[in-house]
T-cell receptor, first 115, second 112 residues
Framework: DGGITQSPKYLFRKEGQNVTLSCEQN?????MYWYRQDPGQGLRLIYY???????QKGDIAEGYSVSREKKESFPLTVTSAQKNPTAFYLC??????????????FGQGTRLTVV | KQEVTQIPAALSVPEGENLVLNCSFT??????LQWFRQDPGKGLTSLLL?????REQTSGRLNASLDKSSGRSTLYIAASQPGDSATYLC???????????FGKGTTLSVSS
């Protein structure tokens, strides 16, 4: 089945640790995105990538880093510089046609909690 | 800057009712608008994508409309069922056309 796989489903981070969230897609989509969701708020864009080896900051990129070494993979690292990382993280992908005119698909999310 | 607003934030209805969820956006120069469903603790499931050239899009009991001139979209759910209980999100492209901007969602509860 084609889709987006996020792992792990739940993740716990100690203070000062970096953690990496995985996102893999087998839809052959060019573009991939990371969003953060907090209770009572809409999804906010962290980073996006339209092509391999290229990515752009979104609205709340501080404290996060990404890489796009393969078309199907877009891991997100939550660094110790992110002071409030507890949230639900969602990965998405779309075909890229030069503009956002195609359907977006999402993974099942990773819930990150600071302990 | 594109902003997306959804009203109401929450809605409770008895089973069988027809209902309308509202979405408004500030930048009308959009390519499309997408409606999603989110169950508690889960990811987003795409329901309908309306292209800017369309006025309506239908899937089963769901009908979404788009009025770019007024900056509004509605999601109509016919004959609601308890299984429709979820949060419904609408999203429109940002001004650069590089990513989606989301509303905060409408949480729907359908009682049997």
């Amino acid at each position: 089945d084609g889709g987006i796989t996020q792992s792990p489903k739940y993740l716990f981070r100690k203070e000062g640790q970096n953690v990496t969230l995985s996102c893999e897609q087998n839809l052959n989509h060019d573009a991939m995105y990371w969003y953060r969701q907090d209770p009572g708020q809409g999804l906010r864009l962290i980073y996006y990538s339209q092509i391999v080896n290229d990515f752009q900051k979104g609205d709340i990129a501080e404290g996060y880093s990404v890489s796009r070494e393969k078309k199907e993979s877009f891991p997100l690292t939550v660094t110790s510089a992110q002071k409030n990382p507890t949230a639900f993280y969602l990965c998405a992908s779309t075909p890229w046609t030069g503009e956002m005119n195609t359907e977006a698909f999402f993974g099942q999310g990773t819930r990150l909690t600071v302990v | 800057k594109q902003e997306v607003t959804q009203i109401p934030a929450a809605l409770s209805v008895p089973e069988g009712e027809n209902l309308v969820l509202n979405c408004s956006f500030t930048d009308s120069a959009i390519y499309n608008l997408q409606w999603f469903r989110q169950d508690p603790g889960k990811g987003l499931t795409s329901l309908l994508l309306i292209q800017s050239s369309q006025r309506e899009q239908t899937s089963g009991r769901l009908n979404a409309s788009l009025d770019k001139s007024s900056g509004r979209s509605t999601l109509y759910i016919a004959a609601s069922q308890p299984g429709d209980s979820a949060t419904y999100l609408c999203a429109a492209p940002n001004q650069a056309g590089t990513a989606l901007i989301f509303g905060k969602g409408t949480t729907l509860s359908v009682s049997s």
